[in-house]
């Protein structure tokens, strides 16, 4: 498998909170339980501020999946990360959330979520069949994103979310 | 506290960029690194563990760096030195008009305190120790690089 293997996925969001507020519950990992419900439990290995590790079980498709990541506090807010332990079904993850206001809308906040990655093909799947269910894990996938980001929206509008079941 | 040295290589700045960012050429290049393993790489970033010989027996630093090549690698370490509770750094390289690559070393770092199993001396004091080291180090790349 090579890089073009790689696959891209996004979403975006308007927040009505200001952007350090924003940025500062995205950093927050321990806090996301409660704002995104398909979390099962976070350990904070290490966070000095700036650079975060930490451990999370998370439901995706009816499963758990244990992942790890390492995430990077830019001097801006903005964060970067990417998982040593990815989702049992890639070989390699990583992404971004940032943060943007807008002096037409004081208060809010837009948050951009991007994720690169890479699915494992099956032994017995054709190049054909790989294309097509990657092509949906990324329809599935930004779905998934989306809805993270709206239950962030809703958490700051309301204080609590709504997240649908989705199956990634 | 933060300290940084400074030196300057002979050789063009992806080269000098090349030795610090390949873990793998450091036992060769630093005769108290005894083992480096890098469990994660993507290009941009790595998770490594090291060990290193001290007076006191092995020490094993786990932690992560981001490469940029050629201009910085930036490093944190998530377990430092078990006299540290904190410990981060930067490489940066700068190519100098009259050729060579400037080589920038900083190192930010915390103590624990002589009761939690710290030294028995001031961050000020550890601060002139580390320095030594780290100019030592930055004088075998450099040595490693221009023997290339």
């Known amino acids: 498998m090579s890089d073009v293997d790689r696959d891209h996925a996004g979403a975006q969001a ?36 700036v650079h975060q590790e930490f451990a999370m ?13 390492i995430r990077y506090r830019r001097s801006d807010g903005d964060i970067d990360f990417f998982s040593p332990q990815p989702p049992p079904t890639m070989t390699m993850h990583n992404g971004a959330w940032l943060f943007e206001s807008d002096p037409a809308l004081p208060g809010s906040c837009r948050v951009t979520a ?9 032994a017995d799947e054709s190049r054909a069949e790989f294309l097509r269910r990657r092509r949906n894990y990324r ?19 309301t204080g609590r979310c709504s997240s649908s079941e989705l199956t990634v | 506290m933060q300290i940084t040295e400074t030196i ?5 700045i992806e080269r000098a960029y090349a030795a610090f960012a390949d ?46 090549p050629p201009l910085e690698l930036e490093l ?37 305190t002589p009761d939690q199993g710290g030294p028995a001396v001031t961050e000020e004091q550890f601060a002139t120790t580390l320095k030594t080291i780290l100019r030592t180090n930055l004088e075998l790349f450099k040595e490693a690089v221009e023997r290339e």
């Not at chain 1, 329809?139 to 700051?156: G, P, T, Y």
């Not at chain 2, 300057?8 to 063009?12: F, G, S």
């Open chain 1, 57 to 69: 079980g998370v439901q995706r498709d009816g499963r758990r999946e244990d992942v790890r990541t």
């Open chain 2, 76 to 112: 944190v370490q998530t377990t430092p030195p078990p006299i540290m509770t904190r410990m981060s750094g930067l490489w940066s390289f700068a190519e100098l008009p009259e050729g060579g690559t400037e080589v920038n070393a900083t190192r930010r770092f915390s103590l624990k």
């Open chain 1, 139 to 157: 329809q599935q996938f930004e779905e998934r994103l989306q809805a993270i980001l709206d239950c962030f929206v809703d958490h700051f509008a």
């Open chain 2, 23 to 68: 873990l793998d050429r450091w036992p060769a290049i630093l005769p108290d690194t005894v083992a480096v393993d890098v469990s994660y790489f993507d290009g941009y970033n790595q998770e490594f563990s090291m060990t290193v010989e001290r007076p006191g027996g092995e020490e094993t630093v786990r932690g992560f760096r981001y490469c940029r």
């Open chain 1, 114 to 122: 991007h994720r690169h990655y890479q699915l494992i093909a099956a």
């Open chain 1, 14 to 49: 308007w927040v009505r909170a200001p952007r350090s507020a924003v940025a500062a519950v995205f950093w927050d990992i321990s806090a996301w339980h409660a704002i995104w419900r398909k979390i099962d439990d976070v350990e904070v290995l290490y966070d000095d501020g």
């Open chain 2, 8 to 12: 300057t290589i002979d050789a063009p």
